[in-house]
């Protein structure tokens, strides 16, 4: 079946530096790739998606590549900011109205 | 505004007395899903629903019931609530495809 792995948490970053939060996923045929942000009490947002090979995506500095040789889609941000503070999950949707597929969340921590 | 709302936001209750968790859409969208959040453990599906009638059982719908009858409405029914349904939960909508979820802001459940 299809699975997404995340890297685990949580990630404790200064202001200012550089993150990465790897993201793997298995599945048949090629899904697009998401990845959702939960700020503190609040629901789920989405932040980017990929819907095919070596597209990247990107929203509010942050970036990820659909990479289909190493089956990843890690998550990327140049300079992190106090207010980046919050989980986030990365998720996998085959075509059509078949079940999504989210990893377990990486809580990542900002501080000043 | 495009918006999922769940009803209640927070709710307190006991072992066995029957409850429902409402959500609906105002989006047209023909995929809805329900899912629980617990620490460690991510984002876990219960049920999806891939339009009116039609509904499929996630990763954990042990404890579980929903129905379809509209296509902007997919409540959540614990028949016989415990206290191993204690959770946050929520709702989500979307077209198919590679399109992504829109999410409610989620209910909190606690079973005494």
């Known amino acids: 079946g299809n699975s997404v792995t995340q890297m685990e948490g949580p990630v404790t970053l200064s202001e200012e530096a550089f993150l990465t939060i790897n993201c793997t996923y298995t599945?048949?045929?090629?899904?697009?790739l998401f990845w959702y942000v939960q700020y503190p009490g609040e629901g789920l947002q989405l932040l980017l998606k990929a819907t095919k090979a070596d597209d990247k995506g990107s929203n509010k500095g942050f970036e990820a590549t659909y990479r289909k040789e190493t089956t990843s889609f890690h998550l990327e941000k140049g300079s992190v900011q106090v207010s980046d503070s919050a989980v986030y999950f990365c998720?996998?949707?085959?075509?059509?109205?078949?079940?999504?597929?989210f990893g377990t969340g990486t809580k990542l921590q900002v501080i000043p | 505004e495009a918006q999922v709302t769940q009803n209640p936001r927070y709710l307190i209750t006991v072992t066995g007395k029957k409850l429902t968790v409402t959500c609906s859409q105002n989006?047209?969208?023909?995929?809805m899903s329900w899912y629980r959040q617990d620490p460690g453990l991510g984002l876990r599906q219960i049920y999806y629903s891939m339009n009116v009638e039609v509904t499929d059982k996630g990763d954990v719908p042990e404890g579980y019931k929903v129905s379809r009858k509209e296509k902007r409405n997919f409540p959540l029914i614990l028949e016989s609530p415990s206290p191993n349904q204690t959770s946050l939960y929520f709702c989500?909508?979307?077209?198919?495809?590679?399109?992504?979820?829109?999410f409610g802001d989620g209910t909190r459940l606690s079973i005494l």
């Open positions: 989500a909508s979307s077209t198919g495809g590679n399109q992504p979820q829109h």
């Open positions: 989006m047209n969208h023909e995929y």
């Open positions: 998720a996998s949707r085959p075509g059509g109205y078949q079940k999504v597929t």
């Open positions: 599945a048949t045929g090629y899904p697009s």
